[in-house]
């Protein structure tokens, strides 16, 4: 589906304030607009479409030679980012 409109940006807050000041719709992530939809000003327009999941990556030398706090930080992101997010909850 090809989308035309006056109003073009790449950063989600700005697009956040132009669909709630209702110039338009938006596709953003729900930790952007997860309060907007949890309070009403904000609507859900397709809710079974869901966006391609983004991955996160830790890029790091060999193992071997591994710090303990670089694998601490790895295992805090892995379990912070598994499963639901915690801003989803309630949606």
């Known amino acids: 589906m090809r989308v035309e409109g006056s109003l073009r940006c790449k950063n989600g807050d700005a697009?956040?304030?132009?669909?709630?000041?209702?110039?338009?719709?938006?596709?953003?992530?729900?930790?952007?607009?997860?309060?907007?939809?949890?309070?009403?000003r904000l609507q859900a327009l397709l809710p079974q479409y869901r966006s391609p999941?983004?991955?996160?990556?830790?890029?790091?030398?060999?193992?071997?030679?591994?710090?303990?706090?670089?694998r601490a930080f790895v295992d805090f992101l892995v379990g912070e980012?598994?499963?639901?997010?915690?801003?989803d909850k309630g949606l």
């Open 15 to 40: 697009m956040r304030e132009a669909a709630v000041s209702g110039i338009g719709v938006a596709l953003l992530p729900t930790f952007i607009v997860g309060d907007d939809l949890r309070a009403g």
């Open 81 to 87: 980012l598994a499963g639901e997010p915690y801003w």
């Open 53 to 70: 999941e983004l991955t996160v990556n830790a890029v790091f030398p060999e193992r071997r030679y591994l710090p303990v706090k670089v």
